[in-house]
Structures are given as C-alpha cells and as structure tokens.
Nanobody, 122 residues
C-alpha cells in the first residue's frame, strides 16, 4: 500500500509559477512510476506528467510540455511538479498517482492522492 498526499496548490496569476508536491508513505515508493493528473470542472481527468522509478524516463502531455517539470526525490518519498508560465486553462485539481508500470492512462495507476487545487487567474 502507498498513501499519497498532495500539497502546495493555491491561487496564482497567469504567467506565474507554482510548485506542488506529493508525499508518499508506505512501502517501496522508489519502485513506483509516479504521475500527475488533473481534472477541471466538467472535464475528464487527464494525464499531465510521469516519471519512472529512478527518474530516467520522463514524459509530459503536449499541453504542458516546455512549461511543467516533474521530478522526484526518493530519499524524501516525494514527487514534485514545477509549473511555470501558468495559464487559466491550467486551473484544475491536481492529483498524484503511483503505478508499477509506466503509462499515461489513469486506469494503469493503482494509488491516488486526494488532490490539490490550482487556480490560475487571468
């Protein structure tokens, strides 16, 4: 079992930056692929970024590529999402998730946090 807790969300102006974090507890955090997803009101949950267990493979949704950076610190059992050049359309609840296999599909992730709200004002 892995328990995930997101933090760091908030309100930011368009063009600004924000870093959100996801702390994990439980066993074997370092063996999991970690992903960030988001869900805006009235929309389906969508993939944002993923990082392999050792951080050697990183992938992003096209909508955030070049603006967001995912990273992890296995010694701290934490994964981060640095969000730059934020746009109002980035407004959503951001969730972190853990999977034994890499992927972009929410269905492939076994463990989920409760999310943190990110709001970007225009």
């Amino acid at each position: 079992q892995v328990q995930l807790v997101e933090s760091g969300g908030g309100l930011v102006q368009a063009g600004g930056s924000l870093r959100i974090s996801c702390g994990a507890s439980g066993r074997s955090f370092s063996t999991y692929t970690m992903g960030w997803f988001r869900q805006a009101p009235g929309k389906e949950r969508e993939f944002v970024a993923g990082i392999s267990w050792i951080g050697s493979v990183i992938y992003y949704a096209d909508s955030v590529k070049g603006r967001f950076i995912i990273s992890r610190d296995n010694a701290k059992n934490t994964v981060y999402l640095q969000m730059n050049s934020l746009k109002p359309e980035d407004t959503a609840i951001y969730y972190c998730a853990a999977s034994v296999l890499p992927g972009r599909s929410a269905g492939s992730y076994e463990y989920w946090g409760r999310g943190t709200q990110v709001t970007v004002s225009s």
